[in-house]
Structures are given as C-alpha cells and as structure tokens.
C-alpha cells in the first residue's frame, strides 16, 4: 500500500540522492508517531526523536539508538537559509472500486522487533 523500508538495526544508515553543489550539506530529522492502515499520517502526532545538521555526506547512520518495532518518518534537504523544502514523495493506490492517492509525504522505516535484535 504505502513504501516502509524493513531495517535491521536500531541504528540504521539512511542515504539519499546527493546534491548538485559537491560542497552541499544537509539536515535530517526523524518522527515517530501512529500511522493509519493505508499509510496516512497526520503531521500534528508526530513527535521529533531524531535531528542532524549540517551533514556533509548524502548518508548518515544514526548516533543513537531508536525504539524497536515502530515506523518512523523522515526527511532530509540541503542546508543552508535559502534550501529547498524537505523531500516527501507521492504515491497512489487502487483496490478493486476504491483508488487513493497521497501527497506530500513523509519516507518511512520500521526498526526490527525486539525479538530480532
């Protein structure tokens, strides 16, 4: 229905496609937060746990630990006072009669269970 990446660790790599400018930086930031069963989120619930500026590498493994089993929400954009907004992606979906289609999102990513680790 919607795109979550399934990562292995707690503290996961996150990359993203570089910049055009090689001297580019870029913030990041991380939510946690309830997600409905076709993927919409209301921005009002989610609760910032994670945030970095200033990264000089289109990546960046986290400092510090996440909690297990939960989907995150994250983004990232070039740094600086005139950077461009934050990435999001669209998606649509079409079940049967019943086609959706979403805007304006945020990237997303589950951490394992607590039993995996």
């Excluded at 503290?11 to 997600?35: M, N």
């Excluded at 989610?46 to 939960?70: A, D, N, Q, T």
């Excluded at 934050?86 to 589950?110: E, P, T």
Aim: proline share 6%; aromatic share 14%; with cysteine.
């Amino acid at each position: 229905m919607y795109h979550v990446v399934n990562v292995g660790t707690l503290q996961p790599t996150l990359r993203w496609e570089a910049a055009s400018a090689a001297s580019a930086g870029y913030d990041l930031v991380i939510f946690e937060g309830p997600e409905s069963l076709f993927g919409y989120v209301n921005r009002g619930d989610l609760k910032r746990v994670y945030s970095r500026e200033g990264i000089m590498k289109p990546e960046h493994s986290l400092e510090e630990p996440l909690k297990p089993g939960l989907v995150y929400f994250w983004s990232v954009k070039v740094h600086g006072d005139d950077a461009p907004a934050w990435s999001r992606y669209n998606y649509s979906l079409c079940v049967g009669i019943y086609f959706m289609h979403a805007s304006d999102q945020l990237y997303r990513f589950k951490t394992p269970a607590a039993q995996q680790l």
